[in-house]
């Protein structure tokens, strides 16, 4: 063969060989360190055979194999050349869970781009747990002290970079964790030092762990109900200092959701007290961006609501006495009250805007590691219940549900084969997603009967409903059983907005105003007399027409699915229009005494405490084709259908609103004529941005509608709007056919 031949074969194969060796990347086993914490450590990958030139544009990326897709990346922060090796750092991902991933490399050298899985060439890592958050006033806290304490009193510290976010090695700690951050410099109207105190929302050695006030305010609320100075528990969260546990955080959050929920409303944010989904937030555990100060954040961020906080105060133990929040026209006070183990939230709120203003109360138990087995016995309860529900469908019967229930019940009237064939109607076909307990209002340890919140989820025919309910349980030998409330009737007692338009409510002569209220309904024949006392805790004050005490009007009796309730109601004189002097006479949490005279249980007493105060009103702005006339005829109304249009509240966050018709064929305080409740025949419209809704009521033609016996004439008919909060505010408007 010709050296020129020879020459010809052998440049393309040197040629070829030499791109081959310049481009065959090579990764040696493992990282240095072949270990770190997610958002905390750095670490190094190092290979050889990289194009020549600068590398630039230099990714490592991570996957659960040396493969793509990758399943998060970081950027190369240094490339560090020795001889013909370089060496890539980079910061381990936040986002990776802790776990075993191999790791790859691409960027570009000089001109020319390239992947170390062109070679099948990766590097092994190991990530190890670790707690990340963001610490905010409003504006990201830059600069602060971050300390960590493990369930054991361990700790690791770090320092909030200048967007308020933190990372710290938790691997080797054990949850529950408290996290404590310390202001090096002033934010807002928080002063340099100022302490404010988090905790893991969940038992992951991984976890994201936000700090703000709200954070502040549930940590601290947690040992203030049990007389413990937090900056003590931290020092030393040992034995009895040590920190809530998951069930515990929820709880409290269950609490402070509701406080806050007309500014998160307004800002279009959900708050979750349990792991978030489908677009809810929770104020530990989800993850936002602090904006800076001066900068308004987006409507729908968390950042938002942390925005409009704009006090916080401290008493000499550590515990919060006041949080203040304030967004355009609409002002709020959160003022909490700590004892025996008692956690009780106290808000105001006021609205510029309107002339209404609303003050509510709500509590609930610190759930201490005493209260672990009531929890765990009710938890067993539920899914007991739940789980029998599911498996029968649509053939639930009552007797499928009585083993839950104690041969003891009887709530608000209702025994046990009574509520038990009133679940099973009401829940056949449909599916319990979620059945658990969030809370614990109060505890009897010596007849082990608790009154707990817990939350429900249902689903049916591709709707689901959310939500939380009250249920009175009783340890029966081990078995944690429902027992109800033990009352032979349901008795109410509310401080609430009410306006008459079209006629006097009750005959009392009043247009409209801030009224105390009081109901009791019981099973048909039960209850001959009710008599309504207090506030007791305010003998002197006289709501009732003039006197201490007042006995109820007994009115229509209530036919409600096919049963016939016995109803007494009385209305206080108007407490007026004045916010500040009626919350000064009964504010919330103000307690009332129900004497009963009973058929079957002699003379009966219930303590019952009104919830909230509002003075807002809603009304009823136009029905028909326009203005609500002066002067309406039953004739105007029966056989039809009419439409509604009211004003919903905005000092309070809405509940639910409710548009309904009572019909009677006799006067209200006749105890022997009749009387049924019609709903509004589709779902009401409503619109919270311009505080305004709609509805439509389809009104029968005569009383067989409440019952197929009863074929008389409708005498009367009130048409009852009602705006309720999620502290038990009530709004209500009432307008009377004919007067």
Not at 401 to 409: A, H, I, N, T, W
Not at 472 to 488: D, P, T, Y
Request: with cysteine; aromatic share 8%; charged share 10%.
């Amino acid at each position: 063969m010709s050296k020129c031949v020879l020459g010809g074969l052998l440049v393309p194969t040197f040629l070829l060989l030499a791109q081959s060796s310049s481009f065959a990347q090579s990764l040696t086993a493992a990282a240095n360190p072949a270990s770190g914490a997610a958002g905390v450590n750095k670490s190094y990958v190092t290979g050889s055979g990289f194009p020549a030139g600068s590398i630039t544009d230099a990714t490592v990326r991570f996957g659960s194999s040396c493969a793509a897709p990758s399943i998060a990346s970081a950027p190369v922060t240094q490339v560090v050349a020795s001889g013909p090796l370089r060496r890539f750092q980079f910061l381990i991902p936040a986002s990776l869970a802790p776990g075993v991933y191999r790791v790859w490399l691409t960027g570009t050298g000089g001109t020319t781009t390239f992947s170390t899985l062109t070679n099948s060439s990766c590097s092994a890592i190991t990530v190890t747990s670790s707690v990340q958050g963001t610490a905010s006033l409003g504006a990201a806290i830059s600069g602060a002290a971050v300390t960590l304490k493990d369930a054991s009193g361990n700790s690791v510290s770090g320092t909030t970079a200048s967007d308020g976010t933190f990372a710290l090695n938790s691997a080797g700690l054990t949850p529950p964790f408290l996290v404590k951050v310390v202001l090096a410099s002033a934010s807002g109207q928080f002063p340099a030092g100022t302490t404010l105190y988090s905790v893991s929302a969940d038992g992951n050695a991984s976890s994201h762990i936000n700090v703000n006030v709200l954070t502040d305010l549930l940590l601290r609320s947690f040992y203030s109900a049990q007389g413990i100075n937090p900056d003590a528990a931290f020092a030393s969260p040992l034995g009895g200092n040590a920190a809530p546990s998951p069930v515990a955080v929820l709880s409290i959050a269950n609490l402070i959701i509701p406080a806050i929920q007309l500014f998160s409303g307004n800002d279009g944010i959900t708050l979750t007290p349990d792991t978030p989904a489908s677009g809810a937030l929770n104020v530990i555990s989800s993850p936002y961006v602090a904006f800076p100060a001066g900068l308004t954040p987006p409507q729908g961020s968390l950042d938002l609501l942390l925005h409009q906080i704009t006090t916080e105060s401290l008493g000499a133990d550590g515990a919060v006495t006041f949080v203040g929040l304030n967004a355009g026209t609409a002002t709020e006070t959160v003022t909490p009250v700590y004892g025996n183990g008692q956690i009780t939230l106290n808000t105001m709120t006021s609205d510029s805007g309107t002339a209404g203003a609303t003050a509510a109360s709500s509590s609930a138990l610190a759930l201490t590691v005493a209260l672990t087995p009531v929890i765990d016995g009710v938890n067993a309860l539920l899914a007991g219940f739940a789980s029998t529900v599911n498996a029968k469908g649509s053939g639930l019967v009552g007797s499928d549900l009585r083993p839950f229930v104690s041969d003891s019940y009887l709530n608000d009237g209702i025994d046990a084969a009574g509520v038990s064939a009133q679940q099973a109607t009401e829940l056949a076909g449909q599916t319990v997603d979620d059945l658990h307990a969030i809370g614990i209002r109060s505890f009897d340890a010596g007849a082990q009967i608790a009154d707990v919140t817990i939350a429900v989820t249902i689903s049916s025919a591709g709707q689901t409903f959310s939500g939380t309910d009250r249920v009175i349980v009783r340890n029966e030998a081990g078995s944690w059983k429902l027992f109800g409330n033990q009352r032979l009737g349901e008795a109410f007692v509310g401080v609430q907005a009410r306006v008459a338009q079209g006629a006097p409510s009750i005959g009392l002569g009043v247009f409209s105003g801030t009224f105390a209220f009081a109901n009791l309904r019981a099973p048909h024949g039960v209850v001959t007399q009710v008599t309504i006392s207090g506030p007791t805790s305010n003998p002197a004050l006289k709501l009732w027409n003039g006197n201490n005490s007042m006995a109820l009007f007994q009115g229509a009796q209530v036919i409600d699915a096919g049963v016939t309730w016995d109803e007494f109601f009385a209305l206080s004189t108007n407490l007026g229009s004045n916010f500040n002097i009626i919350i000064g006479e009964v504010p919330p949490g103000s307690p009332f005494t129900f004497s009963l005279a009973t058929t079957t249980s002699g003379n009966q007493q219930y303590a019952e405490t009104s919830a909230a105060v509002t003075t807002e009103l809603v009304q009823f702005t136009t029905f028909k084709n326009g203005g609500i006339p002066l002067h309406v005829g039953l004739a105007g109304l029966l056989n039809q259908a009419v439409s509604f249009k009211f004003s919903v509240p905005r000092t309070y966050p809405v509940a639910g609103v409710s548009l309904r018709a009572q019909i009677r064929d006799g006067a209200a305080n006749d105890p022997n004529a009749h009387s049924c409740f019609i709903e509004s025949s589709a779902p009401l419209t409503l619109d919270f941005g311009t505080h305004t809704g709609g509805g439509t009521i389809a009104f029968p033609a005569n009383m067989s509608a409440c019952d197929p016996s009863l074929n008389s004439a409708i005498a009367f008919i009130d048409v009852f709007l009602e705006a309720d909060g999620t502290s038990g505010e009530t709004s209500l408007a009432e307008y009377s056919f004919p007067y």
